[in-house]
């Protein structure tokens, strides 16, 4: 039974657990080990996890509408084969950046993938947003942050938001219909020692959560940016959470052992697991990339 005090549930150890999405074609949580290089699957009803390892570090994870996966890979945007395992190189946007990689990911309601990179040593300027659509890969338009988050969509498709980790900022910008970004203006930002804000969800209420990374919780923020709610970890790295289940009503929440020394990990020994918890409200059907 889910409770509202977030409960481990599948122990992994990831250096870096992100991107948990819920895939309703198989009933299961799928996220990523970014510094680990792995792929994880749970499936809650068996109550057993898998994994597979990556050709690199691994930023995200879609279902897409072949049935199969596109990935964020470092080198760029893969489509990932779990019964064999494989990875095929579809589109490589910042081949000419080898010190950027992928970080996190979302689909909209069209089918539409939206993507961000960042430097891989987190002090340039050079991550950016990219939407891929039915072929076409295109930069967003946002400005560019050493460490992106998100993105996420609102309920109707027609806001972004998006995260500067490092400035504690998350923004929301208007999208036209064919994908275009237009007026962007502040969200939120995370005041000093509560962490570091880290993958954005949006709830079927339209409300905004966001995974605290070195902050012990997630929080809750209505559409107008007002912080309504915040859930404690006894881990202090939160990257982000999904909603599951076949009412979408369990929140799993990825977790980081990265940053960690030796006595912060045996204080916390359940760092870098999967959580549950119950969030009181359900989340948005999921949708499949058709890229």
């Known amino acids: 039974m889910t409770t509202d005090m977030p409960q481990s549930v599948l122990s992994v150890g990831?250096?870096?657990?992100?991107?948990?999405?819920w895939v309703a074609r198989e009933a299961a949580l799928w996220f990523v080990d970014i510094k680990g290089h792995r792929i994880h699957r749970y499936d809650p009803a068996l109550d057993v996890g898998r994994s597979w390892a990556a050709p690199g570090q691994v930023g995200w994870i879609v279902p897409t509408n072949d049935g199969l996966f596109a990935v964020g890979l470092q080198s760029?945007?893969?489509?990932?084969?779990?019964?064999r395992g494989s990875f095929t190189l579809i589109h490589a946007p910042e081949g000419h950046m080898p010190g950027n990689r992928q970080n996190d990911a979302c689909v909209g309601p069209d089918g539409a993938l939206w993507f961000g990179s960042m430097d891989d040593a987190e002090e340039a300027d050079s991550g950016y947003f990219y939407r891929f659509h039915k072929g076409v890969c295109a930069e967003a338009g946002l400005p560019a942050v050493s460490i992106t988050n998100g993105p996420a969509l609102s309920p109707d498709g027609k806001i972004l938001y998006h995260t500067d980790t490092?400035?504690?900022r998350i923004w929301r910008t208007d999208v036209a219909p064919d994908g275009t970004v237009g007026n962007t203006r502040l969200f939120a930002r995370i005041e000093e020692d509560a962490g570091y804000p880290d993958g954005p969800?949006?709830?079927a209420e339209g409300c905004l959560w966001t995974g605290l990374f070195g902050g012990w919780a997630v929080r809750r923020y209505?559409?107008?940016g007002q912080l309504m709610r915040e859930i404690r970890f006894p881990v202090a790295n939160i990257t982000k959470i999904a909603?599951?289940?076949?009412?979408?009503?369990t929140a799993y929440a990825t977790t980081a052992r990265k940053g960690l020394d030796m006595t912060a990990l045996t204080s916390q020994s359940l760092a870098g697991d999967l959580f549950a918890f119950d969030p009181g409200v359900a989340g948005l059907p999921g949708h499949v990339a058709t890229i």
Do not use: S
């Not at 990831?14 to 999405?21: D, S």
């Not at 760029?76 to 019964?83: E, I, K, L, S, T």
């Not at 909603?243 to 009503?249: A, Y």
């Open 14 to 21: 990831a250096t870096l657990g992100e991107g948990p999405i």
């Open 76 to 83: 760029g945007v893969h489509r990932f084969d779990p019964a």
């Open 166 to 168: 490092l400035g504690k």
């Open 201 to 203: 969800t949006v709830d």
């Open 222 to 224: 209505d559409p107008a």
């Open 243 to 249: 909603f599951g289940g076949d009412d979408l009503t």
